[in-house]
């Protein structure tokens, strides 16, 4: 018996009844992977990615503090630039102290002389006290005066009609008596003006000591307002931080309040990310967030909190905000900054850089919070102790000048 081989027409045949078999299987797979992917992009869609929301739309945002001198001055040190690390109270720029120094040579001169010019006050109470009792003197003289005037013209009137006074020696009695009168209204003025001056300076005086005068205390306030300048030429760092933006020169002459440096505290930064305002419709304050910095990339993420929403768009804030009222209009999608609170032991290990981007992504599941805050802050955003000392020593100062000054 012979074998047959097939034809050529049997070999094509099944040759493309093969290959229609595998382009089948292929599809088929293609189509179950397609249909897997699309069932986990949905299961992933609705478990996960719908309670998220993401922008990497986001910066590092910190306190940039400016060190502005509180007197004017001459810049004599700078004892720190750009990028070095501080601690609170650890002394930046040093002002020329000659200015602040004769001033308060001044201030401690004006005091003192004070306190003389109102113990002498209070010494003229006893020397106006006896100028009165000198004027009621000259009152009761002229009284007497007037008196013995009245007497003298009695008796002479009785005389007159038996020729024994002379009526040039009435004229003149009576002339003595208007004299007496014209004394006594003096002698009695003279007592009015008398208390008036020790009523005017007892009004300065009545009531307080010599130390707590009101012309004691204003010089000693400006004793003290001198002692705070001279101690004001030194610049502190009000908090820990890194030194940025040194614009100050040795030899300038800064006037108060002139920026001559920053200090930035990168313990304390925080994150803006700029949220689309379709995307702020499950965002609550306290959901936590993951973030990751261009910086370090994938490798380092952060943990945040949503700790405040913005009350407007950036828009609305700008320099310039849009006038969408006028001409043509075309609707653009707003942005509105959420702050997310980053991890401090994170800070610490990956610091980072004010203004760095940042991506965000904030787990939306747990919508319990409020949108915005609805209680009153109850602690400071920021302080600092470091200027709390500066008047250390000013009483000091003042007590031992008065001392000096205000005798026994």
Not at 230 to 248: E, K
Request: aromatic content about 4%; glycine content about 6%; charged content about 20%.
């Amino acid at each position: 018996m012979t074998h047959q081989h097939p034809t050529p027409a049997e070999h094509a045949a099944a040759h493309a009844s093969s290959a229609k078999a595998k382009r089948r299987k292929a599809l088929l797979t293609l189509a179950g992977i397609v249909v897997i992917g699309a069932i986990a992009f949905g299961l992933y869609d609705w478990l996960v990615a719908s309670h998220e929301e993401y922008t990497d739309n986001a910066y590092v945002q910190g306190n940039v503090i400016q060190i502005t001198p509180q007197t004017g001055g001459t810049v004599m040190s700078i004892l720190a630039d750009d990028n070095d690390r501080v601690h609170a109270g650890a002394a930046l720029v040093r002002l020329d102290p000659a200015d602040t120094r004769v001033a308060l040579q001044q201030a401690e001169a004006n005091l003192a002389q004070t306190v003389r010019q109102v113990r002498q006050l209070y010494a003229n109470n006893a020397t106006l006290a006896a100028q009165v009792r000198l004027r009621e003197a000259d009152v009761d003289r002229a009284q007497a005066d007037i008196t013995r005037a009245q007497d003298d013209l009695r008796r002479r009137q009785l005389l007159t009609g038996d020729g024994a006074v002379s009526k040039e020696e009435l004229q003149h009695t009576q002339s003595q008596l208007t004299t007496a009168r014209t004394q006594l209204a003096a002698a009695q003025a003279g007592v009015a003006a008398a208390r008036e001056q020790l009523a005017s300076n007892q009004a300065l005086t009545q009531g307080v000591a010599v130390a707590q005068h009101p012309s004691v205390l204003a010089a000693a306030a400006r004793l003290r307002e001198a002692y705070l300048a001279s101690r004001r030429t030194t610049l502190p760092a009000p908090v820990d931080g890194y030194v940025a933006r040194r614009s100050v020169q040795l030899g300038q002459r800064v006037a108060a309040g002139a920026p001559l440096m920053a200090v930035v505290p990168l313990h304390e930064v925080w994150v803006d990310a700029n949220f689309k305002e379709n995307q702020l419709r499950h965002l609550r304050l306290g959901q936590p967030a993951r973030l990751t910095a261009d910086l370090y990339g994938g490798k380092v993420e952060y943990q945040g909190r949503v700790i405040g929403l913005g009350v407007g768009t950036g828009a609305a804030f700008a320099l310039l905000p849009p006038q969408n009222a006028s001409g043509n209009w075309i609707k653009v999608v707003q942005r509105v900054p959420v702050r997310i609170a980053l991890d401090a032991a994170q800070l610490e290990q990956h610091p980072l850089r004010v203004g760095l981007s940042m991506e965000v992504t904030v787990d939306t599941k747990d919508r319990s919070g409020a949108e915005l805050s609805s209680a009153a802050r109850a602690q400071p955003v920021a302080q600092t102790a470091v200027y709390e000392s500066l008047d250390q020593g000013a009483e000091a100062e003042v007590a031992r000048i008065i001392a000096a000054n205000i005798g026994k």
